[in-house]
């Protein structure tokens, strides 16, 4: 499995490994076994640890010491009727793939299986705010891993190429990164730099909906339309070998940047697979036989009742990140990428996935073919009019390929804990009775599924629309009317489908400027031109300047018409920039250099589902069919079920009150783990909350909020500014559904009286426990805010700092809360899985807030209050600034808000309010002093 990355390859310093088999030992030695049993009485053997293994023959001895062992070999190594078992990897680390039949270099490994597209590119970090890696993804792959050609002219594109680029989704694969799951030997083999020995078959790839079309087919869209993946071996390969795939160039970084590992020259022989293993080898696909269904699985020999078809290992993930979220086309800022209050559609990954209707929690396998294992049919859902009942279930096995531990132990995992868990934990698919070769496998989907599907059916035809009627791929009309570039004018009476568009291949170059240094001419030759495919519009045709010549065209290019389509494009960021104009026209285009392409989202796979538009009475979008198969009743433990797992934090005042300067994470009830890494809570001085109130008071600050949340705010957006008793203060009422306003210091009178009451209040206690624990050298308070609110719907979740190098955080304490209110007053996002924890605050503690840790204010309504309650809190913003990362620091600083200070950020920082050598904030002079 992917997981399962040669961690440990390092470790293993020789290549002779011992393997226990049935009968005794087998020891395997440069690539050759034998049973330990057979070998003379007088060889001299060696140990390294556990491992016994013959010395090496001599020269004169080798060659008929390599005869007999392979001579043996072959006695040892009986036929198997599985050709591929998962069973343990020879990296000692997890499982891996292996042959039990020879393969010779280019012959196919395995069945072909399929691509499942994961479209929203917004689904790793840092934009969900899911600022790890989580482990599901290790599945997801970027097409461009696999060498298949983007941005390429098409006259350098070799036909059959060119038909794949011009078919929806995989046109992609030139001109856009498709962010995809393969199944199979995609997701199982195991990777390693110099012992890779399989590869993927980039000429074997298709694209089709077995015959399918949207409309009139509800299951079209409902299926992945891509298939025959297939692996080949690069070599000549062994029976007993396992599999390995070449890493991608992130892998190679992370794990064998630092110097070549050895390689183990290691074969095992069937009785061990057949002991050690299972088999992923009992299944092919093909047409199914089942309506609307697409494709299916098949038996590829007859199986028995009770025997275990495949096992799979599961990829384990929760719904919400199977959501795609409306984006924004031109984010500035990370908290602008996403509007998490549109849902557009759910991932068709969503389909393959096993789950329970009362659960969070998502099994996507990942073993060759399951996943074209379909729901049962009745009589009149099946082609051929046969009834088909479910001839497999799936089941928790009795033991795995590793036998770590017993399955029972994933029971007791919180479902914040299993999302580390992909591919540890397996599931088992098992015949229900006796399957014939050829038979189609069938499951029980579940009563939800099928009610589901049937009202799917049921509203299929109401929402095809005459654009569904007419709608052709990309390269069903090339090769049906022989593409022939058309003008906008020609397109008036000749259309292309609504669903194509024309795409160009543009040249765009700079020219060079002239310069002169010290007298002498620059003669430094011009960057090389950039050539990109985007969206464009034909708007005429240029004659040939010599007879029987070729025509050419004339295109242009608007980023604001084509925007939608063109930003997908991988091109898109290296020829269109915010100093690029927004429209040009360019001359002599050929016609190789003019293709058509599906519209972004028009494919039948990846269209995004809208939303219904009662109020004005608008057709609506074809739909998709998105929902998971529910596993059988019992199935997942209670532990998994929302209304067990609870979403518990350990309350701020537990075990006991945190001592001044004194922190910790912010961590669950249920295992003491920390809920974000960069989430604390941290005691602070006796009287600071109320010292801070008390400045608040002095500035008149708070009367400012009584009056501003009580009945005159700010517009959405708008800040203005005030006098207050110690300098200009600007108050700012951000985007969100709240009433919130920040006040905060404008000149430097007010922020050095905000530095001072800090200090007064004992405020260094804090920096030089944060500064000290946390390894900085340097803190400055740089960003001093007091937050007030009386009323929220749903504000927006953000992050105050990205990429500073865990050397920022964003202190948040109360100076006045509502009286008697039991409710949170801010929403914590967890690191795995957008889990949303509720915080409420506490005189005596502040919350500790550093990179990617996303919040937002709860929803609240002290306003509906007669007492007209508000909330007001201390916000400071405290960094080590360094040249790493001072950009992105003063991006932040100027994001939304007037930002006088910008000078503190300069390089070397001229302000620090904590350092190692003892500095602190400033103080208001005494009366003496001042004499």
């Not at 945190?658 to 941290?682: C, D, F, S, V």
Request: charged share 25%; glycine share 6%.
């Amino acid at each position: 499995m992917k997981l399962a990355l040669s961690l440990v390859v390092a470790a293993i310093t020789t290549s002779v490994v011992v393997v226990n088999g049935l009968e005794g030992e087998e020891v395997c030695l440069d690539g050759v076994c034998t049973e330990s049993a057979d070998q003379p009485s007088n060889t001299t053997t060696i140990s390294y640890g556990d491992v016994t293994a013959p010395i090496p023959p001599t020269l004169e001895e080798e060659e008929e010491d390599l005869f007999r062992r392979q001579q043996q070999k072959k006695k040892v190594f009986s036929p198997s009727k599985c050709g591929l078992y998962i069973a343990p990897s020879i990296l000692r680390h997890g499982p891996g793939v292996f042959t039990a039949v020879d393969i010779e270099e280019g012959e196919m490994v395995g069945e072909p299986d399929m691509f499942l597209s994961v479209l929203d590119r917004f689904k790793t970090v840092p934009y969900r705010g899911q600022h790890r890696w989580m482990s599901w993804l290790d599945y997801v792959r970027g097409t461009t891993n696999y060498r298949i050609p983007k941005n390429i002219p098409q006259n350098e594109m070799e036909q059959h190429m060119l038909r794949r680029s011009s078919t929806g989704p995989q046109f992609w694969y030139d001109f856009h990164r498709l962010d995809a799951i393969n199944f199979g030997l995609g997701s199982e083999a195991n990777v390693h730099p110099t012992m890779n020995n399989i590869k993927m078959n980039e000429n074997s790839y298709k694209h089709d909906n077995v015959g399918l079309h949207r409309s009139t087919d509800p299951g079209v869209g409902a299926f992945s339309s891509h298939h025959n993946v297939e692996f080949m071996a690069t070599s000549h390969i062994e029976a007993g070998s396992e599999l390995f795939l070449k890493p991608t160039e992130e892998e190679f970084n992370a794990y064998w940047s630092n110097g070549r590992q050895p390689d183990i020259d290691h074969t095992v022989t069937t009785r061990w697979l057949e002991s050690h293993g299972k088999c992923i080898d009992n299944l092919k696909y093909g047409p199914s036989n089942i309506r609307s269904a697409g494709r299916g699985a098949f038996a590829k020999r007859s199986l028995q009742e009770g025997e275990l078809i495949a096992p799979s290992a599961v990829a384990v993930l929760k719904r919400e990140v199977l959501k795609m979220y409306q984006s924004h086309d031109y984010p500035q800022t990370f908290s602008q990428v996403l509007n998490k209050h549109k849902v557009e559609g759910i991932e068709l990954v969503l389909n393959y996935c096993f789950g329970h209707p009362d659960s969070d929690i998502l099994l996507l396998p990942v073993s060759p073919i399951v996943n074209y294992m379909n729901h049962y049919a009745d009589y009149n859902e099946s082609k051929d009019g046969k009834k088909r009942e479910p001839n497999v279930r799936i089941e928790w096995p009795e033991n795995t390929v590793l036998a770590d531990e017993p399955h029972t132990s994933w029971f007791d995992k919180h479902p914040t804990e299993l999302l580390d868990l992909s591919g540890m934990i397996q599931i088992h698919y098992v015949a229900l009775r006796d399957i014939e070769e050829d038979e189609e496998l069938v499951l029980d989907y579940g009563k939800e599924w099928q009610a589901a599907w049937e009202k799917h059916v049921d509203d299929y035809d109401k929402t095809v629309t005459e654009e569904d009627e007419n709608y052709t791929t990309a390269i069903q009309y090339i090769e049906g009317n022989k593409f022939k570039a058309k003008t906008l004018i020609e397109q008036e009476s000749d259309p292309y489908p609504s669903n194509l568009q024309t795409i160009c291949h543009f040249t765009r170059g700079k020219k060079k400027k002239r310069r002169v240094i010290d007298g002498i001419e620059d003669n430094t030759p011009p960057p090389p031109p950039k050539k990109c495919w985007l969206p464009c519009d034909i708007i005429d045709r240029e004659k040939p300047f010599l007879p029987g010549g070729e025509e050419t065209y004339v295109a242009t290019f608007s980023s604001k018409k084509h925007i939608r389509d063109g930003y997908q494009m991988d091109s898109w960021k290296n020829c269109v920039t915010k100093k690029t104009p927004t429209k040009w026209t360019q001359f002599g285009l050929t016609a190789f250099n003019i293709t058509i392409m599906d519209k972004w989202d028009s494919a039948d796979q990846l269209q995004r589902q809208p939303e219904s538009d009662e109020k004005n009475n608008k057709k609506k979008q074809r739909l998709l069919f998105r929902h998971a198969i529910s596993v059988p009743d019992g199935f997942f433990p209670g532990l998994w079920i929302k209304e067990s797992a609870e979403y518990e934090i350990m309350p701020m005042d537990e075990p006991r009150q945190l001592k001044p300067g004194e922190y910790r994470h912010i961590t669950w009830r249920h295992n003491g783990q920390p809920i974000t890494r960069n989430a604390y809570m941290i005691g602070l001085p006796h009287g600071f909350n109320q010292k801070m109130r008390e400045f608040a008071e002095r500035q008149g600050a708070m009367e400012m909020f009584r009056s501003t949340l009580n009945g005159r705010p700010n517009k959405n957006g708008k800040h203005r500014f005030v006098d207050l008793k110690d300098g200009e203060w600007y108050v700012q009422r951000p985007h969100w559904n709240s009433n919130m306003h920040w006040i905060i210091p404008f000149d430097e009178n007010a922020r050095q009286a905000y530095l001072q009451q800090l200090g007064e209040a004992g405020f260094d206690i804090i920096l030089n426990s944060i500064g000290t624990g946390m390894g900085m050298n340097k803190l400055t308070c740089f960003h001093n805010t007091l937050l007030g609110i009386s009323q929220a719907d749903d504000s927006n979740m953000h992050a105050d700092f990205y990429e500073t190098q865990r050397r920022s955080f964003d202190f948040l304490t109360p100076i006045i809360m509502a009286d008697n209110s039991t409710d949170p007053e801010f929403h914590l996002q967890s690191r795995d899985g957008n889990i949303i924890v509720n915080i409420k605050y506490n005189f005596g503690t502040a919350v500790i807030m550093g990179d990617w840790t996303y919040h937002k204010s709860a929803p609240v309504d002290y306003y509906a209050k007669e007492d007209g309650d508000i909330r007001v809190v201390c916000s400071i913003y405290c960094s080590e600034i360094t040249a790493e990362n001072r950009d992105s620091l003063l991006k932040m600083y100027q994001e939304e808000a007037p930002a006088p200070f910008y000078n503190l950020f300069d390089i070397p920082v001229q302000e620090w309010h904590w350092d190692t050598r003892g500095a602190t904030l400033p103080r208001k002079p005494k009366v003496s002093d001042q004499f």
